[in-house]
């Protein structure tokens, strides 16, 4: 009896030092292929799915701005184009410009023109003055018959 009292204190030592799980998972446990992979691979790849969730949530990020940015500059582009064009059109728009246009007051008998401050103009010198036009002078055949009849034989 005194032996088995003695296994049995000896065997309350190394239970409560911890050394009898040591020894019963060391020489009674089956090795599980199972446990291992629960210990080192399953946390592995739990890691490995999280860090290819963000990169999966960092690339849609991505892909946005970058189709936002393409919007912005398209819409950047259209309106330089739209810009160019109207800069290229600006001169034949100034050229267009210096055609008389409106009512202008004339006298009825010489045929002067009254300008913006009120002053008689004779009508070649405020077209040439108000245009790019440029005058030659000449005489229709109405105005050489009464002119100078002589030439005309009537």
């Not at 189709?67 to 034949?92: F, G, V």
């Not at 210096?98 to 009508?123: E, M, N, V």
């Amino acid at each position: 009896m005194e032996l088995l009292e003695k296994l049995n204190q000896g065997l309350l030592i190394v239970k409560t030092n911890g050394e009898y799980d040591r020894i019963y998972d060391k020489w009674l446990t089956s090795d599980d292929p199972w446990r291992k992979v629960q210990k080192y691979l399953l946390p592995a790849i739990i890691m490995v799915i999280a860090i290819a969730l963000i990169a999966g949530i960092w690339l849609v990020t991505l892909q946005r701005l970058v189709s936002r940015r393409n919007r912005e500059l398209a819409a950047r582009k259209r309106a330089d184009a739209a810009r160019e064009t109207l800069i290229q059109e600006l001169p034949e728009a100034l050229d267009r410009v210096k055609q008389l246009s409106g009512l202008l007051p004339i006298c009825a008998s010489c045929k002067k023109i009254r300008d913006d401050k009120g002053y008689w103009t004779q009508i070649e010198a405020y077209v040439r003055d108000h245009s790019e036009a440029e005058f030659s002078h000449g005489i229709c055949p109405e105005c050489e018959k009464k002119l100078y009849p002589e030439f005309t034989g009537g």
